[in-house]
C-alpha cells in the first residue's frame, strides 16, 4: 500500500509539475521519415542522421513544484554535430499535436542556416531564425503560431523579480521580433 501512495504521489506532484500535453505528444520516431527528406529538401547535410537528442542538465531556474517532484532538471536540446541532427525524442510541449509535429519541422528548418557559436545564445537564436524566415517565407505562419503559442507558456513577467522580468521581456522579444534584441 505505501509502494502504491508513494507511486501515486509521484504521478500527482510531477503532472502538476511538468505542463506536458501527453495526449497530443508527437515522437520523432513517428516522423522521422518525412522529417529527414524535408530536412535534406531545404538544404540540410544529406550526411546527417537525424537521432533522439539524450536529456541533459541544462541549469535553469525550477519551478518550486519541479524541485518537490524532482523533475524539470534536465532537457533534451537540438543540436547538431559532423554525423547528426539531434531532435527531441518527443515533444509535447503544446496541447495541439500539429503544433507539436510543427515544431520538429521547425527545428530542422533552423537546423539548415548557418550558426556562428560565437555569439551570444540570444543572438546566435534570433540570427537564425531570421535567417530560416528569409530563406523559407513559406515558414513565417508555421513560426508565428509558435510563437504565440509559445508565449501563453513563458512566466508572466509580472510576478518576476525586476532583473528575471527584464530577460523575460527580452526573450519575448526575441521571439516576436527577431533580430531586435541586441543584447
Known amino acids: 500500500m505505501e509502494e502504491y501512495v508513494g507511486q501515486l504521489w509521484d504521478k500527482v506532484i510531477t503532472g502538476a509539475a ?75 510541449a503544446f496541447e495541439e499535436k500539429a503544433l507539436n509535429r510543427d515544431l520538429y519541422f521547425w527545428l530542422a528548418a533552423v537546423a539548415t542556416a548557418p550558426i556562428d557559436a560565437s555569439l551570444p545564445w540570444i543572438i546566435r537564436n534570433q540570427q537564425v531564425t531570421q535567417t530560416t524566415l528569409a530563406r523559407f517565407p513559406g515558414l513565417a505562419n508555421i513560426y508565428r503560431r509558435l510563437v504565440e503559442k509559445l508565449i501563453t507558456l513563458r512566466p508572466d513577467p509580472a510576478g518576476l523579480e525586476s532583473n528575471e522580468a527584464a530577460q523575460e521581456h527580452a526573450i519575448r522579444q526575441a521571439l516576436e521580433q527577431p533580430g531586435s534584441v541586441k543584447t
Open 18 to 92: 511538468e505542463r506536458r500535453s501527453a495526449s497530443a505528444a508527437v515522437t520523432l520516431d513517428e516522423i522521422a521519415p518525412s522529417l529527414a527528406v524535408y530536412f535534406r529538401a531545404l538544404g540540410g547535410d544529406p550526411g546527417l542522421t537525424i537521432t533522439a537528442a539524450q536529456p541533459t542538465y541544462h541549469g535553469a531556474r525550477r519551478s518550486f513544484l519541479q524541485k518537490i517532484a524532482g523533475s524539470g532538471e534536465k532537457v533534451a536540446l537540438s543540436w547538431a554535430d559532423k554525423d547528426s541532427l539531434r531532435l527531441p525524442p518527443k515533444i509535447d
